[in-house]
């Protein structure tokens, strides 16, 4: 069994609206100064796989057909743990 | 400047229906036996302080007043970078 988690966030080429107001917001709390602001998802699972490499390629396949929608976002894959 | 990231999820004590309805969604894609998924946010920003202690300091006040609901969300702060 792994842990792994995948983030899903929008590509670089997307423009982030909630970002920006969220960027704004940030500052006006006045707790010092904000900038670059970008938002994502991320999806923790146990996968049961026998390896490393099995257990990435079932986060991939998943990520590719549910998690993510690949025309605006990216994602990457981590493995968190061994248990 | 430093980049900071913030993931922000439900507490443990949270039920979080919605990531149950993915888990039955992701197991339905017959990729491989998935199972304790939990799901959650991030939030990555550069933020203007002298030193790392400063920067985590002003992302900690940011994730209590506004990235994270306090009363149903834990949130972590991670130091991604230096720039």
Do not use: C, H, W
Not at 48 to 57: D, F, G, H, M, P
Not at 62 to 83: G, K, P, R, T
């Amino acid at each position: 069994m792994f842990k792994v988690r995948v983030y899903v966030s929008y590509k670089e080429s997307v423009l982030d609206p909630q970002a920006e107001v969220i960027e704004g917001a940030m500052n006006r709390l006045n707790q010092g100064e904000v900038s670059q602001v970008k938002i994502g998802k991320f999806f923790d699972f146990n996968v049961k796989a026998e390896t490393k490499e099995e257990a990435i390629k079932v986060a991939e396949a998943i990520s590719d057909q549910l998690l993510a929608n690949v025309n605006m976002e990216s994602y990457q894959v981590e493995l968190l743990e061994e248990n």
